[in-house]
Nanobody, 127 residues
């Protein structure tokens, strides 16, 4: 099964920005909503953001609203997560994922509903 490929992580100071990219491995996944998750050491994986298949609706966790922006370019098989005003608590491994039963973003993030995942990219926020 093909996996998403995330990139763009790295070390950034608090208040800084990063742009994560996610390559959609299979063009059929264009028809599904794509979500970003993150997992910090010792914590559960949590949903961060979602964008529907038509790039017309987005969802954000309360902790990132106003700071993160998700977008996608279906023609390029790409999804992005622009992260601004980063905080130390944003440090985590970030994953993109898809639930192949949904073209719209779910009302809440349920990890077990996602059947396509990437390997993740590390984001470190530290001075």
């Amino acid at each position: 099964q093909a996996q998403f490929v995330e990139s763009g992580g790295g070390l950034v100071q608090p208040g800084g920005s990063l742009r994560l990219s996610c390559v959609i491995p299979d063009s059929t996944l264009r028809y599904y909503a794509i979500s970003w998750f993150r997992q910090a050491p010792g914590k559960e994986r949590e949903g961060v953001s979602c964008i529907n298949s038509r790039n017309s609706n987005t969802v954000y966790a309360d902790s990132v609203k106003g700071r993160f922006t998700v977008s996608r370019e279906n023609a390029k098989n790409m999804v992005y997560l622009q992260m601004d005003n980063l905080k130390p608590e944003d440090a985590a491994v970030y994953y993109c994922a898809a639930n192949t039963l949904r073209s719209q973003c779910p009302p809440k993030f349920v990890i077990n509903e996602y059947d396509y995942w990437g390997q993740g990219t590390q984001v470190t926020v530290s001075s």
